[in-house]
């Protein structure tokens, strides 16, 4: 998995490691049941002190995303957990308010929109009916 | 125990090469070949002799003390205090182990001492009267100035222990101005004391050895207070 | 999962209500009256803790009370589960070392320094010693006194590292030192705590070594203690102000834990529960500087901005008891 953490970029790191890793489990780049590198292994990597990392592992896992399995390890959670669930709702709501809003100021009309909905889902080779 | 020892072998590394054991046995074997070469050299007449003997005393004498007080002096120079504070001993096992290291200097002292007797027997030459009295005496000085100066040791630099030595022995020949001036006589209350002291071996033994002791504890009990309220 | 893998201790240093007071006419390093007023602080087995503050703030003082290299006057000190006086010569093999310069002999040669320090602890290893001389790349023949300052430290660090040391404690290690040694030691401690068995405590005034690293800080700031806790929520619990030069009102300095004042504008460190108000309160009036947003710019200060603006005071932030979470509530264990 790649994790770039920038000490610079104002972005308290911890919030780096949780969207980095939020990013890679919605993009599926990370899959359900996936191990998370060992708070101390990841840690050392990226060379950072292990409370910042526990600490987004801990955030994660309240925003159900990630699960910590005692005595095991951190590992991402299934698909199918309502959280995840939601949270890809929610993206799938703001990006349609987005084009939603787009359409609007390129004077596209709802019907065009929809054309366009199907277009982009033709395109995807995941898309089910 | 273990702290102990573990102290005598790290002083011994403070004082290197020219330190350890061999340090000690340096004082073993220099008198006996200052006497030889003393000996051989001049006439075999008892003024000679006890003209040897003073130098070598002389000599041997400082030596020792300094010796006996050598790991502050290098740990102060060479090294920093610092050590002491870090290592796995405590502060009272420092100091039993430095005062054994000093028994062991006082103890090769006497050893060369006296092996300088034969070795001026066997070059023929006359041994001064009273000898073993006169060394006895000496190594008993030479004592009580480490048993005194190792405190001090604990807790002052060599500097201020310079400063302070120059004073006292301004001091001593002070006071020993005015005590010669009292109608008191001195030698031979020191006379009277030492052949109370030596009539028999036993009684010797028996005083002289609890007073030693109780001296030795004394000063290893001022050395660890000194140094227990000294800053590392 | 659980990183409650400390081997059985908990805790590897509590400090409770610690002092030391000098007289005043002894008084520390410059003359005046010292004193380190009851500092209270933990460190978890497994992690790093940077001692910050700046000079002459007590940090040194602290290490040397807990290493009783000179005699507290209140408090109680436990070193890996043990009291640092009662088990002195216990709790001593098991610390490692390192201060700003050297302790050895400087006559001794960097062999000789690993064979006087082996016999007084049990645990030494020569294998590990004179693996780390040849990974730091010191010579076993140089005297000390032939090493640079950086090699000197790392001597004492190969020293405090051979002998399964479970505590290492740091005084100023990275003084004198460049980026590039400063860089290796972080990457040593990171690899040394990461079986959750070892602790690392670090005093330095160079902050940016401990900025990513860090476990814990514990701020220490003119003899009392300012903070302790998790580094993140020490960066997290403050903001910085920037505004024009002057524009500072009355009830704003007095909101300010730390302000500096330039001919170009000034900066403020200000509570991050206070900055409403800090805002609301500016020279005009409340409505002027709400109704101006580009007024005061704010961002999240480094640690490096946090003690320049706060240092030297003696007073905990004003709301804020200045000891912000004790270790021991602070969660290290991931939740399961």
Known sequence: MKLIISSISGQPIYQQIEQQIRDAVLSGELVAGQALPSLRSLAKELRISVLTVTRAYNELAQEGLLENIQGKGTFVMSQGSERMHEQLLEQVRTNLDRAVNAAMQADVGMDALHDMLDQAAGANPTATG | MNGVVSQVRLDNARMMSYGRFRGNLLLVYLAPLMALVMGLIGDKTEETASGILGGICGGLSPLTIIYCVWPFMLTEQYGDSRIDGMIPISRMQQVVGRYIMAGCTILADAVGLALAVPVLKMIGSPVPPRLWQFDGLLLLVVSLLVLIAMPFFYRYSTMTMMKGMAIAIVGIAVLYLLLSRLPVDWMHMLSTITAFLSASAVRTVLLAVPIAVACVALSILASDRMYGSKEL | MNDNSGGGIQYALRVNDVGKHYPSDK??????????????????????????????????????????????????????????????????????????????????????????????????????????????????????????????????????????????????????????????????????????????????????????????????????????????????????????????????????????????????????????????????????????????????????????????????????????????????????
């Open chain 3, 27 to 336: 008084g520390g390093s410059q003359g005046r009256t010292f004193s380190l007023d009851g500092v209270t602080f933990d460190l978890p087995m497994g992690y790093i803790m940077g001692l910050i503050g700046p000079n002459g703030a007590g940090k040194s003082t602290l290490i040397r009370l807990l290493l009783n290299m000179v005699k507290r006057d209140q408090g109680s000190i436990k070193i890996l589960g043990m009291d640092n006086l009662l088990q002195e010569e216990a709790v001593k093999t098991q610390l490692g070392v390192v201060f700003d310069t050297s302790y050895f002999i400087n006559l001794w040669t960097v062999d000789r320094c690993g064979k006087a320090m082996a016999p007084l602890y049990p645990n030494w290893s020569q294998t590990v010693f004179l693996d780390y001389l040849q990974r730091f790349g010191l010579d076993p023949a140089k005297k000390v006194k032939e090493l640079s300052r950086g090699m000197q430290m790392k001597l004492m660090l190969a020293v405090a590292l051979s002998h399964d040391a479970r505590l290492l404690v740091l005084d100023e290690p990275t003084s004198g030192l460049d980026v590039l040694a400063r860089d290796e030691l972080m990457n040593l401690l990171a690899d040394y705590i990461a079986d959750g068995r070892h602790s690392v405590l670090f005093s330095t005034h160079i902050t940016t070594d401990l900025e990513r690293s860090a476990d814990f800080i514990t701020y220490i700031n003119d003899g009392s203690l300012y903070y302790t806790g998790p580094r993140d929520e020490f960066e997290d619990a403050f903001v910085l102000l920037h505004g024009a030069p002057g524009d500072v009102s009355q009830a704003q300095r007095s909101l300010a834990l730390g302000l500096r004042e330039f001919s170009t504008g000034f900066d403020a460190l200000v509570a991050v529960e206070h900055v409403g108000a800090f805002l609301a309160a500016g020279q005009d009036g409340p409505t002027t500087a709400l109704a101006d947003p580009d007024r005061y710019s704010q961002e999240r200060p480094g640690f490096d901005d946090i003690l320049r603006l706060t240092a030297r005071r003696s007073k905990a932030p004003q709301g804020n008891t200045g000891v912000v979470t004790a270790a021991a509530d602070y969660d290290t264990e991931v939740e399961a």
